[in-house]
């Protein structure tokens, strides 16, 4: 049998703050008592606690019921130290960029899961005024102790590094507010809104349909089905597939726009583009291409100038003067050019035309009813009396608006007038295939003409065709087929010739 | 001002409206008949009233009648036809204060309405 001091041992685990009292088999049950314990602990220099008398009856207790057997117990623990938290930011739901695109993915879904991968978008927007993140102090920490009594030191825990610009405003009370309107930037431990939204790569399904409210880069391309929208300017350095781009403002499409019939282009103010092909463009101002303009339908209220480009087939509605090296192609392509026409207007002037003869058209027979019963007037019967109110009620009413379409029809003719500039310097070549409508005209060129040329409308309305290197200038319908857009005929063009 | 428009056919009602609205009345109600002007005064509390003759149910003479016998003061202007114009004293006797013949242009319903309220105004 071995003596109590031979059998025991205390363990201590790795980080000091548990000791467990073992006791070998064997050992002498005469020898075991508390006081032998507690003596053998404090040589040990263990910290005993209240309940640490307690663990060691039991521990005793064991023994002397089965002394051949190992027996240990936990006789003190001490205190792991409890560090300090750092300072964070704790982000408002809406606005955690690390789960934009989580809940991108969840609010574009529809009722039965099925989530539209085009309209979820990668980027945190945000407007002035909204409670984006929390800034949370930094905590102290709490020292720990070991079971001999040794202090483990806590740490403290640290500011969190932040820098917050102008656009967001960090409150006394730890709130952070946006202080403008745009997409929320997250990077490099700095908060900031940004007006400007860059888009590193194409915008696809990594980031979604893109509407922000500011100006939009985008350094690679747009890709099929896509959308991007930017209330103000809009730059795209790759190239635009079959999507749909919209500028509030300006718009520089730098890697051209291939849209397959498909993709829509809509700039409010000026296009700057490397070339179009197959899409539908409407620009507000003016528009400056540096290539091929190919089976586009294009409409530009201002100027187009592709001093070093084509059109090639489509359709094109321009206000303003339109500079080209080329119009129309080699093969016969059908292009038609309207010069000097506004089609939105156009459209408007039509839709009020088709109302004013529908009108008339409602004048007309109310009067031809009403003289009927004026020519009865004296034998009118209560009812024909009534009808009699109704037609001249309807005759004053129908005057009024034909009145108004007359006056609105007269504007719209003033603000076309007053805004477009009809006409077209091409420096190389007009092609075989070519239509162009100039005022009340239209030309078919069936042979090419070489350029440098102008043709504009000339004093008597008609157009007008100027070699720009001799400076001559002869009526259009001297080298192509030229007739009235209403169906009348021309006049004939010979012997127009004249000095420029 | 409140306006109470008495015709049973919603064209000539609208034909109204439209004149009245264009003279800057908006506050308009209608009533298809005599009853159902009847049951709407109380509640609408019109200023003017133009009341048509020939109506089913109640006809507007009665209307008429039947009106002013709590209301002696509010203006009504009776719409007639050429054939009904004999009545018209029989009219003003039962409390109409003005009349307009059909057919009637707007510029008439509109003369007629200024008339009338001018006169009421002066009283």
Redesign the interface.
Known sequence: MAELFDAISIEISPDETVATLRVAPGVEVSDCDREAVLAYLAEQQIQLQPESRDAIDSLLAAVRADPDQSHAVVVARGRPPEHGRMGRLLWEEAFDPDTAADRARGSAGDAAGDACHYTRSAFTMVRAGDHVATLVKPTEGVDGYTVRGKTLAARNGKPAQIKFDRSVLLRPDGAVVAQESGALSWRSGELKVVSHLEIDDFVDFSTGNIDFDGDVTVHKGVRDCFVVSAAKDLRIRGMVEAADVVAGRDARLEGGVAARDKGRVYVERDLHARYLDSAAVVVGRHALIDKEIVSTDLSIAGTLAAPSGAIIGGETTVGGAVELAELGSAGGSETLITLGAMRDFDELKGKLGTLAAAASEMHRKAKEQFDMLTANAAKLTASQAEQMTELQFSLATLDALRDKMSRADEKIAAVVAAHTDAELTVHRVIHAGVRLRLGEYEARFKDPIKGPVRITLGASGRPLLTDLVSESARDLAEVAPVHRLDGQPAPRGKGASRAA | MKILLVDD?K??RN?QK??LTQLGYTQLEEACDGQDALSKVGAFGPELLLVDW?MPNMDGLTFVKEFRKTDKTTPIIMVT????RSRVVEAIKAGVNNYVV?????DVLSQRITETLGKVAAA
Do not use: A, C, L, R
């Open positions: 056919s064209t000539m034909i439209s004149i020939n036809t050429e054939s009904e059909k057919p009637f242009t707007p």
